[in-house]
């Protein structure tokens, strides 16, 4: 299962909060978590020649994206809401391929100093357009100003509270997963 960061700036809090959501889902679960950070991977807007349905890659990025995000059973979004919406590099890697997502249970977990629920609305809605399954469940975590403005979190302490929707739709997103397994 690929858990996803939907940031790539530098001062940011997505990897240390996708890693708190990883910790949370092993503590819950026996299966398989890998973090995948968008700052990793280059993904130049539009540039290949066909449109991501057709499948026809001709840079060595989109294949290599293309495979990770194919071999992946669901995938976890773990992203900042950002004036009211989700980081375009997300909309990007999304954007980058189309059949691979096809089918994948996935979670979306937002935070931001308003908790991201309009963020997650916006991204639910292109998830289900890519044919994806999201859970019902979408985790949205407040952050606190300073956080919001590079402090560092302490996601043991600041997000206790949020466990239990995070382990709910954890839940949801085993019971696709179950249902989808032959």
């Not at 940031?7 to 978590?33: C, D, F, H, K, M």
């Not at 968008?38 to 130049?44: G, I, Q, V």
């Not at 026809?56 to 669901?74: E, P, V």
Request: charged fraction near 20%; aromatic fraction near 8%; proline fraction near 8%.
């Amino acid at each position: 299962m690929l858990v996803v960061t939907g940031s790539t700036r530098p001062q940011r809090q997505a990897p240390r909060i996708a890693e708190w959501v990883i910790a949370v889902a092993r503590a819950s679960n026996g299966l398989q978590y890998e973090l995948v950070d968008l700052a990793d991977w280059s993904l130049p807007m539009d540039d290949e020649p066909d449109v991501p349905a057709l499948g026809t890659y001709t840079q060595d990025h989109t294949r290599a994206w293309s495979r990770k995000i194919a071999n992946a059973d669901a995938v976890i979004f773990v992203t900042p809401q950002y004036n009211w919406g989700y980081p375009a590099p997300l909309k990007n890697a999304i954007d980058h391929l189309y059949k691979e997502w096809n089918g994948k249970p996935v979670v979306i977990v937002t935070y931001g100093g308003h908790g991201g629920g309009k963020c997650a609305a916006q991204l639910r809605s292109v998830v289900e357009s890519m044919k994806m399954r999201p859970v019902a469940t979408m985790p949205a975590i407040t952050i606190s100003q300073e956080a919001v403005l590079g402090k560092p979190v302490d996601p043991e302490t600041d997000f206790a509270a949020y466990v239990p929707s995070v382990l709910q739709a954890l839940a949801e997103l085993v019971t696709q997963l179950e249902a989808t397994t032959p």
